[in-house]
Each structure stands twice: as C-alpha cells, then as structure tokens.
C-alpha cells in the first residue's frame, strides 16, 4: 500500500487509461513466462510512461515473471500483459518464456501442476 500513497495518481486513473483503451495485448504472453530489463532498457523506459519505468525497473537485474508484475506495480493482470506486450515489442524487456505459445493449454497447466508439486516436496 505504500507505493500507492507515493503515487500522486492515487486510485485516480481507471485501468483503461493507462492502456489507452486496449484489451488485447499485442503479444501472447503466457503468466508464467519471465521478463528481463538491461540497465538500458531501463533508462530509455525513462521516456515510455511512469508504469512502463516502473516495470523497467522491477526487471532490471532480477528476472521476474508477469504475475510477479503485476502484483509488484499493483496493476491488474490484463493491464500489466498490455504493457509488459508493448515493452517487450519496443525491445525494453527481453521475454524469456517458459512454454512456446503454440503450446496447448493443457500442457501448460500440467507444467504449472509440476512446478506446483516440486514447490510442495521443498
């Protein structure tokens, strides 16, 4: 909740305005899949918009994957995909994903359930 109260927008702008009225994200990124930001990417961000430099930031040095995005800039999961899509176009983050999108659903679900169990035998 801190960051929020940093943030003189507050709760003042609506999901839709910060992707300007996009829903569908220019690149299918899977939740999972992990995004990284170079020490230059996170300068040029700088010019991008406040979230994108935000996320820039989150990502620089340290991979993180798009739910871990979204809970950090406390943006909803669609709105976070937007963005992270218009970054990782605009070459500002480098995806790294842990399934090819052609991938079936099901598939997917069953890496997501061994990582699951692998998590639990920790």
Known sequence: ???????????????????RGRTEARLEIALEAVLV????????SRFAGHDKHRIATICEGRAQSLAEIAAYTRLPLGVAR??????VADSLLTLHSAAPPSEAYEERMELLERVLSGLRRL
């Open 1 to 19: 909740m801190e960051g929020r109260r940093d943030d003189p927008r507050g709760a003042l702008v609506r999901p839709y305005a910060v992707t």
């Open 37 to 44: 930001a170079s020490p230059a990417a996170v300068v040029e």
């Open 82 to 87: 937007v963005l992270v899509a218009d970054m």
